[in-house]
C-alpha cells in the first residue's frame, strides 16, 4: 500500500501515526506542501493524511499551497481514497466539504477526554475504541460537521472532536503526538502559551500522562484505515 502524508508545517508532522504504517510496510510519501511545490498524482495511493500548521483553513485564499490542497482534498472526495484530517486537515476537509470552520468555543492546549457519540461507537474509522479515551490538542479553531456528514466524537470544551463523511474522516484532537513532540510544539509556540497562561511544562506532562493509552488507539485507527483501503472503493 501507498499513503500520502502531506505535511502542513515544518514543525508539524505525523508522529506515530506514520511510525506506524512504516513498521506494517506502507509506503509512505510525505509531501512537504508549504514547501515542495505542486502535489504528486493520487493514482496509486491507497490513503491520504493531512496535518496541522498554525494557519486558519479560513486562510485559503491567502496561500498558494493551500488553494493546490483544496483541489487536492476536492479530488479524494472524488475518487473515494480513505482520508484522515488532523486538526488544519480535518478543518480543511470540512471547509471542502461544505462546512464553516470557526474560533472554537474554548482554545485547547493539552490533554483532555473524548467520548464517542452512538455513531462513533457504530463507525468504522474507529472500530475497537472505548466510548472515552484520552487524547491530546492544540487549536483554536474547530469544525462544523459538513451536510451529510457524522459527528463521531465530542468533548467538554470544544464539542466537535470527530466527524465523517464518506470516507473522509477528521480529527481535532491527536492519538499521534509524543510528550517529546509535545515539547518542541511548546517551544515553537511559546508566546501562544504563554497567552493561555500555561507553561511547557504542563502541556508536556499532560501528553506524557496519555501516551499509554494514545499510543494503542493510534494503531487501531491506523489498521482501521488500511482495512478500509483494502477493500477498495465501494462505489
Not at 491507497?46 to 494557519?55: C, E, I, K, R, S
Not at 484532537?173 to 515539547?183: D, I, R
Not at 501528553?207 to 491506523?222: D, F, I, K, Q, V
Request: proline residues 5%; hydrophobic residues 40%.
Amino acid at each position: 500500500m501507498r499513503a500520502l502524508l502531506v505535511q502542513n508545517c515544518e514543525s508539524e508532522g505525523f508522529g506515530l501515526y506514520e511510525a506506524f504504517l512504516r513498521e506494517r510496510g506502507v509506503d509512505c510519501l510525505v509531501h512537504h506542501a508549504y514547501r515542495d511545490g505542486a502535489f504528486p498524482d493520487l493514482t496509486g495511493f491507497d490513503l491520504v493524511v493531512a496535518g496541522g500548521t498554525p494557519l486558519s483553513a479560513n486562510s485559503v485564499g491567502e496561500h498558494a499551497f493551500l488553494r493546490a490542497e483544496w483541489a487536492l482534498l476536492e479530488r479524494v472526495v472524488r475518487t473515494c481514497i480513505p482520508y484522515l484530517g488532523i486538526c488544519f486537515g480535518a478543518q480543511l476537509m470540512a471547509r471542502v466539504l461544505g462546512a464553516r470552520v470557526g474560533r472554537s468555543p474554548t482554545r485547547e492546549v493539552g490533554g483532555i477526554e473524548v467520548e464517542l457519540t452512538s455513531r462513533g461507537v457504530s463507525s468504522p474509522f474507529l472500530r475497537g475504541f472505548p466510548p472515552r479515551f484520552p487524547a491530546f490538542t492544540w487549536h483554536g479553531e474547530a469544525f462544523g460537521v459538513p451536510r451529510g456528514g457524522r459527528l463521531l466524537a465530542r468533548g467538554t470544551g470544544c464539542p466537535n472532536q470527530a466527524f465523517a463523511r464518506g470516507r473522509a474522516l477528521g480529527l481535532q484532537f491527536h492519538l499521534e503526538t509524543t510528550a517529546e513532540e509535545a515539547a518542541a510544539w511548546a517551544d515553537e509556540y511559546e508566546d501562544e502559551l504563554a497567552a493561555l497562561g500555561r507553561s511547557k511544562e504542563e502541556v508536556v506532562r499532560e501528553c506524557r500522562e496519555r501516551e499509554g493509552a494514545m499510543g494503542p488507539l493510534s494503531h487501531r485507527l491506523m489498521d482501521n484505515l488500511l482495512e478500509m483501503a483494502a477493500e477498495g472503493d465501494p462505489g
